[in-house]
């Protein structure tokens, strides 16, 4: 008898110490009317709020969002009282968001049993084999100035000698210039306009280019530094294999719930449509 008392004695000590820890990790926030609004009920909440609000911390929006879960429990319960359940309306409606959820949650978890870790892996290596992936970048200065006769006395100074960082910073209209002396850093063609990129990556590393080139900001005159092939990292790419995963995920979905479905349609009145 004493073994079983024992016994009896431990599984409530664990049953306690589970009670405690999920007491820890999902927090009662609030009592309405005897029932718990937990920081699970919150966490919820936030995640159904506009992008916007998404993007500040739940700390900073905690009481009003707290308030709008605490209002919302009170007015479900003020429907129940109301047996609101039993209106026609209501309950086609109430099915309607229960095939949603149960449509969502297909196309989720097929997403997400296709977009694990693993597989994103393997979806990055194969595109690392495509012709393309690696992309040109060049390190470039530039000085800008007004007009094309200010630009070509720029070229005869350093054609003299003069340092090209040293006369960013005393004639380049560009704000920059004073203080990193017009240098560019390493940037991918599409980044700038496409006269200056034309003329950046034709110039030889190590080189300032013959000519001024005109863009829309006036007149550049432009040194490249160096060259470069640049292997995107996953880090880079994930967003956009996810978001190709899913797509295509989605689009074998659809094609595999059609496939022997009977399937027929008609006109916006009704009608038959025609063969």
């Given amino acids: 008898m004493r073994r079983f008392a024992l016994a009896t004695t431990a599984l ?19 009592v309405v009317n005897g029932a718990q609004i937990r920081k699970s009920d919150l966490e919820a909440a936030y ?13 900073q929006i905690y009481e009003p969002l707290l308030d709008r879960v605490i209002d919302g429990r009170l007015l479900l319960a003020e429907a129940e009282k109301e047996n609101l359940a039993k209106d026609p309306k209501v309950q086609e409606d109430i099915q309607r968001a229960r095939d949603n959820v149960l449509r969502d949650s297909l196309v989720q ?33 530039h000085i800008l100035v007004g007009n094309e006769a200010d630009a070509r006395d720029v070229l005869k ?23 990193n002396g017009g240098d560019l850093g390493y ?12 003329a950046a990556f ?10 001024p080139v005109k863009t829309q900001f006036g007149w550049h005159v ?13 880090e ?18 659809l094609a595999n719930v059609r496939k022997g479905a009977k399937i027929e349609r008609f006109n916006l009145d009704g009608t038959p449509k025609a063969e």
């Avoid at 995640?47 to 700390?59: A, I, K, S």
């Avoid at 880079?236 to 979905?253: F, N, S, T």
Wanted: proline letters at 7%; aromatic letters at 4%; charged letters at 30%.
């Fill in 109 to 141: 978890r097929v997403i997400d049993q296709g977009t694990t870790k693993e597989k994103v892996q393997a979806a990055y290596e194969a595109m690392k084999s495509q012709p393309g992936f690696a992309y040109e970048e060049v390190h470039a200065e």
């Fill in 157 to 179: 100074q350093l054609a003299n000698g003069a340092d090209f960082a040293t006369v960013a910073k005393e004639k380049s209209t560009d704000p920059s210039a004073k203080s």
């Fill in 47 to 59: 995640q159904q709020l506009p992008e916007q609000y998404r993007q500040m911390p739940l700390e």
């Fill in 222 to 234: 432009i040194k490249v530094d160096d060259r470069r092939q640049t292997v995107p990292t996953l």
């Fill in 187 to 198: 940037f991918r063609r599409e980044a700038m306009v496409p006269e200056f990129a034309d």
């Fill in 12 to 30: 409530a000590v664990l049953v306690l110490a589970g009670s405690a820890r999920a007491e820890t990790t999902d927090p009662v926030l609030a």
């Fill in 202 to 211: 034709s110039i030889p590393p190590g080189t300032v280019g013959k000519d």
């Fill in 236 to 253: 880079e790419k994930e967003p956009e294999i996810r978001e190709q995963l899913a797509r295509q995920l989605v689009d074998e979905l």
